[in-house]
């Protein structure tokens, strides 16, 4: 594991004349620990005198130096970066110069809560002016990790407080175009469309949307993100999602091209369940998707589909019956 | 022993008290399950970390000046909840937290707007069942999620179109084994959700009563805020204990045997321990959330807690049973029933 000072060329703190006015404290095991984790040398001294500034409170520039000699060790290390703020607070330290470092530390550890948190801490503080670098610096990190969570939510934390809107909706068109399947570019896309202060929210948005969703569906029907994220313009609204014949077209097409397609079948169930009246045509698509060897006929759409799904979806065999055994009275 | 002078415990002396340590804390003091180590846990002192912990938007902080997501919500509630000093003041606005962090995809957020994800998933719904409110959440929708992230691996994936991992076993395979235990209310929701005498039309852009809000309940679903009317009266730290109850009468909702085939075959490390996947290290959080997954997994079909199942529910030699754990909290279910009896009556 890299650290901030190369293990041959360190000087033990206790070598260094700038420290030597500090009585480095050990670790308090207790009496009898039961095992005792065997650090390196240099670690335990670097905590050792990270204990003594931190129980004196001491808020000084050498004291930062030593969080981050500590955090170069254990990125982990959440006590650390709890004192790390509270000392650069107390300096009114330079925050341009803590977020080159963190920069660099955070390529590092991309997946470190502690890192992300006082990114957070240290974006709030210098406010809307770095919007725009936060948006780079986490793009660079998704660059690298299209679905890195804290990258994510980072970001959305970004737009929220400090802004920078204007380009995200083309921003997630660019992920999706390179990769179709990130989940984590269609959550932000809803994100965009819902919450941003730009556009028109959900309601005025769902039209296009409805349209690039049914081009992504059609391109990759096994593709499961599209067909969340098609119910998903039309949540709350499920009266709307069963009126609307572009959702049912949908399902009947891709039904008639591929074979009993897990995702239409999952939607024309639920659109069933909600109410939806079916046409003959799409009775009749579903009718021919039965196995035949089947002996269980029903007159009720939504059962058979369920049965279809028993078997063509057999992971989720026991969540079909459950779904046929629990179809709302009024469709049954 | 470890250092809660503060109230709570850190990863290790000296470092400040967190809510995932002080999670892993309590769970293992209680599976050690002594009158020792149940006694050496200063209940006052954790619920005054807790409310410290609290935040005004309802949910909480792993620690001070700390991030708040629904981990944190998790943590502090269920070391509320299984200590017995489970509180109004640390429920209000939760409820609404957690609900706000649902997404258009049916799982549960870190925080609200981000990606559904497993681990969340299990950690908000978790949450609401133990402070009374699971009937705010769309369960169908989540449930329909949850089900789908069971791959052709066998395993489960923490998200939509990535790869399966161990350690989501518990993290999904939970929140399923959890989702069995209420389905009369996911029943109820579907029930309501239906909508009488709309006709399809090519022309309806008009939109009958959307609201904006982000919760997005629909019209006719039950109402948010609304809890569970059989529980009135009842302490509100009861309830993890009561709702536990009796597995309806259908089986589990996802492949029992083929998510032990994943675990036994893929995560299992012959020389010992479980990892995420073959070519991965293992270590102890996977050996941990695999082993959890597995006893959720071969208890799927009995009816009642801890019931020993049939020899076709468990994968291999029946030896390969394992102790039945409490989904809500993780521990070993007679340890549970040993702690809940020591501290409700403190």
Redesign the interface.
């Known amino acids: 594991m890299p650290s901030s000072v190369d293990e041959v060329d360190r000087i033990p703190l206790s070598a260094r004349p700038e420290w030597s006015d500090v009585r480095p404290v050990p ?4 009496p009898n620990p039961v095992a005792p984790i065997a650090y390196r040398d240099d670690f335990r001294e670097t905590m050792d005198y990270f ?1 003594a500034v ?1 129980l004196a409170d001491e808020r000084s520039r050498r004291a930062v130096d030593l969080t981050t000699e500590a955090i170069g060790m254990n990125p982990g ?3 650390v970066w ?1 004192f790390r ?1 509270v000392v650069l607070e107390s300096l009114n330290a330079d925050l341009h110069e803590e977020r080159d470092f963190l920069d660099r530390m955070t390529m590092r550890n991309a997946k470190n ?1 502690q890192i ?2 006082h990114r ?2 240290l974006a709030e503080k210098l406010g809307p002016e770095v919007a725009n670098k936060e948006l780079e610096f986490t793009k660079s990190i998704l660059d690298l990790d299209a ?1 890195n ?1 804290h990258a ?2 980072h970001r ?2 970004v737009l ?1 407080s400090l802004g920078g809107w204007e380009n995200e909706l083309d921003y997630c068109c660019m992920l999706l175009e390179d990769d179709i ?4 570019a269609w ?1 932000q896309r ?2 965009v469309i ?2 941003s202060p730009l556009l028109g ?3 005025a948005m769902r ?1 296009s949307e409805v349209g690039y969703t049914t081009e992504a569906i059609l391109a990759n029907p096994p ?3 599209p067909w ?2 098609l ?3 039309y ?6 999602l ?4 572009r959702v ?1 077209e949908l399902c009947l097409k891709v039904l008639k091209t591929s074979n009993s397609c897990r995702f239409a079948l ?1 939607l024309l169930l639920d659109l069933l ?5 079916p046409s003959e045509e799409l009775r009749a698509v579903v009718e021919a998707l039965r196995n035949s060897e089947q002996d269980t006929v029903s007159s009720n759409l939504a059962a058979t589909v369920c049965l279809i799904l028993e078997i063509t979806d ?6 079909w ?2 779904r046929r ?2 179809l ?4 049954r | ?1 470890r250092n809660d002078k503060n109230g709570g415990y ?7 008290p ?1 809510l995932a340590t002080t999670y892993a804390a309590v769970n293992t003091l209680i599976t050690l399950g002594s009158e020792m180590s149940l006694s050496s846990i200063h209940r006052e002192n954790m619920l005054k970390f807790l409310l410290q912990m609290k935040d005004s938007s309802g949910a909480f902080r ?6 708040i997501d629904v981990r944190a919500c998790y943590t502090a509630i269920s070391v509320a909840s299984i200590l017995n000093v489970l509180d109004d003041e640390l429920v209000t606005d939760l409820g609404n937290y957690i609900l706000s962090c649902q ?4 799982g549960i957020a ?2 609200p ?5 497993g681990g969340y998933t299990f950690c908000g719904l978790a949450t609401m069942i133990l402070i009374n409110e699971v009937d705010k959440l769309d369960l169908p ?1 989540l ?3 949850v ?2 992230r ?3 691996e ?1 395993g489960f994936q923490g ?4 790869l399966v991992d161990g350690c989501y076993s518990f993290w999904q395979g939970g929140v399923l084994a959890l989702a069995q235990r209420l ?1 009369p209310i ?2 109820k929701q ?2 309501s ?10 022309e ?2 008009k ?2 009563n ?11 679903l039950c109402r948010a805020g609304t809890s569970h009317p059989d529980n009135e009266g009842e302490k509100l730290s009861d309830f993890g204990f009561s709702s536990i109850g009796r597995q309806t009468e ?6 029992s045997i ?1 998510l032990q085939q994943y675990i036994l075959l893929c995560s299992q490390v012959l020389e010992g321990g479980f990892r995420d996947k073959p070519g991965k290290q293992r270590d102890f959080y996977h050996s941990c959330y695999c082993l959890s997954g597995l006893s959720v997994s071969q208890y799927s079909w009995s009816k009642d807690d801890g019931e020993p199942p049939l020899t076709s529910a468990v994968l291999g030699p029946y030896t390969n049973l394992l102790e039945p754990v409490h989904p809500l909290y993780n521990v070993v279910l007679h340890k549970y029933y040993k702690s809940h009896e020591f501290f409700s009556t403190l």
Request: hydrophobic letters at 25%; glycine letters at 14%.
């Open positions: 670790q308090d095991d207790g204990r931190y290390n959440y006590t709890h703020r809560y992300w948190h957070r801490w679905k969570y994510w939510s959305q934390w929220q399947f990130n989940n984590s959550n809803y994100f819902t919450r929210g959900l309601q039209d593709n499961e993100s969340r994220y119910r998903g313009l949540k709350g609204n499920a009266s709307q069963i009126s609307d014949n049912s999952g369940c909600y109410g939806f009246q057999p992971m989720r065999s026991n969540y019956a459950w055994n629990n709302p009275s009024q469709v | 022993m850190g990863g290790g002396p000296g470092q400040m967190h792993m620690h001070n000046g700390g991030e997404t258009y995809e049916g870190g925080e707007g981000s990606e559904a994800h929708s449930v329909d999620w089900a789908s069971q791959g052709v066998c998200r939509v179109n990535k389905l996911v029943h579907l029930e959700s239906f909508i009488s005498g709309v006709q399809a039309s090519a309806c852009k939109s009958c959307f609201t904006a809000g982000e919760t997005g309940q629909d019209e006719n259908c089986g589990p909702l996802f492949h083929a």
